[in-house]
C-alpha cells in the first residue's frame, strides 16, 4: 500500500532560481545536476521541476548550465549582492534601492 506524500516549497525562503513554466520542456536536468538538491520533479510528466529547498542554493549555476533550453532557468542573484550603487553627493559610495 502506499501512502500519499504532500510537499509544498518553503514560501518564506527566497527563490534563488526561476523556472519559465512555458519553455521548460521538464527534461529535469537540473534536478539530476544541483549539489543541493533545491529542486524536486513536477509529479506532472514534462512539467518544471518544483524548486522546493530554496535556502540551500549554493548559487553555483550548475541548473542554469546544463539546461539544454536557454531562457527555461534563470539564477537570481542573492538578494545582498542586488543592491545598485551610486555615487553619494559628497562623493563617497551611497547605496540606492535594489
Ligand atoms: S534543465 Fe531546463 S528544460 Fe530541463 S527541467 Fe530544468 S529548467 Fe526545464
Not at 512539467?47 to 548559487?59: F, L, N, Q, S
Request: with cysteine; glycine share 12%; proline share 10%.
Amino acid at each position: 500500500m502506499t501512502k500519499p506524500v504532500h510537499a509544498i516549497p518553503d514560501p518564506a525562503v527566497f527563490t534563488p532560481v526561476s523556472i519559465d513554466e512555458q519553455l521548460c520542456i521538464g527534461c529535469n536536468l537540473c534536478l539530476l545536476v544541483c549539489q543541493a538538491d533545491l529542486f524536486l520533479p513536477n509529479p506532472i510528466k514534462g512539467g518544471a521541476p518544483i524548486v522546493m529547498y530554496g535556502g540551500e542554493c549554493w548559487y553555483e549555476g550548475s541548473c542554469v548550465d546544463y539546461c539544454p533550453v536557454p531562457g527555461a532557468i534563470t539564477l537570481n542573484g542573492q538578494l545582498f549582492n542586488r543592491v545598485r550603487w551610486k555615487e553619494a553627493d559628497d562623493g563617497g559610495a551611497g547605496r540606492s534601492e535594489p
